[in-house]
């Protein structure tokens, strides 16, 4: 079975700093993709980036851009120039290439100083 | 706009009552979904359909039932089978077939809490 794991429960960044959310996943499938989900304190799930694991180039949208390796089956998520509006728990995801379900990690709360 | 919408945004729900939470999409998507999410837990999927009248059980559908009489709709019953309903239900949509079936779009969620 698939699995997620996000080893960082939390993590802080200063406002204008750079972070990275860690992610690596379990898979024995070639062609699928990954994701990166923010849910803030509204609780509502807003996709950030996803990735399709038979390209190459890493997934990039704006101030976000992800690192995947698919080797190592780690897929991190760099937030540059934090915000205050980026404060929120992310999800890293899988789904399978003809998806029906998405598998979720536990999550990451990122805390945004200023 | 087009968008997922839950109602209600709470639910209060007494021993031995079955409650339905619903949700409706106007993307036009073809398939929709059931997540639950627990305190400081990831999602877990209760229940999909791909097309209308048709359903699969996701990782923990005991206690739940659905139904999709409507493109636009599907409902979540959670029964009185359902021992530990406390949590976060989360509905998504997306395309079936082709490109763009694989990200799912999710409404705002319902809150339902047990008296």
């Known amino acids: 079975a698939q699995t997620v794991t996000q080893s960082q429960p939390e993590m802080s960044v200063q406002e204008a700093e750079t972070v990275t959310l860690s992610c690596t996943y379990d898979t024995s499938e070639s062609d699928y993709y990954l994701f990166w989900y923010k849910q803030p304190p509204s609780r509502q799930m807003i996709l950030v980036i996803r990735q399709e694991a038979y390209k190459q180039q890493n997934a990039t949208e704006n101030r976000f851009s992800v690192n995947f390796q698919k080797a190592a089956k780690s897929f991190s998520l760099k937030i540059s120039d934090s915000q205050l509006g980026d404060a929120a728990m992310y999800f890293c995801?899988?789904?399978?290439?003809?998806?029906?379900?998405?598998?979720f990690g536990a999550g990451t709360i990122l805390r945004v100083k200023s | 706009d087009g968008g997922i919408t839950q109602s209600p945004k709470y639910l209060f729900r007494k021993e031995g009552q079955n409650v339905t939470l619903s949700c409706e999409q106007n993307l036009n998507h073809d398939a929709m979904y059931w997540y639950r999410q627990d305190p400081g837990q990831g999602l877990r999927l209760i229940y999909y359909s791909q097309i209308v009248n048709d359903f699969q059980k996701g990782d923990i559908a005991e206690g739940y039932s659905v139904s999709r009489e409507k493109k636009e709709s599907f409902p979540l019953t959670v029964t009185s089978a359902q021992k530990n309903p406390t949590a976060f239900y989360l509905c998504?949509?997306?395309?079936?077939?082709?490109?763009?079936?694989?990200?799912?779009?999710f409404g705002p969620g319902t809150r339902l809490l047990v008296l």
């Open positions: 998504a949509s997306s395309m079936f077939g082709g490109a763009g079936q694989e990200t799912q779009y």
């Open positions: 995801a899988y789904s399978f290439k003809y998806g029906n379900k998405l598998v």
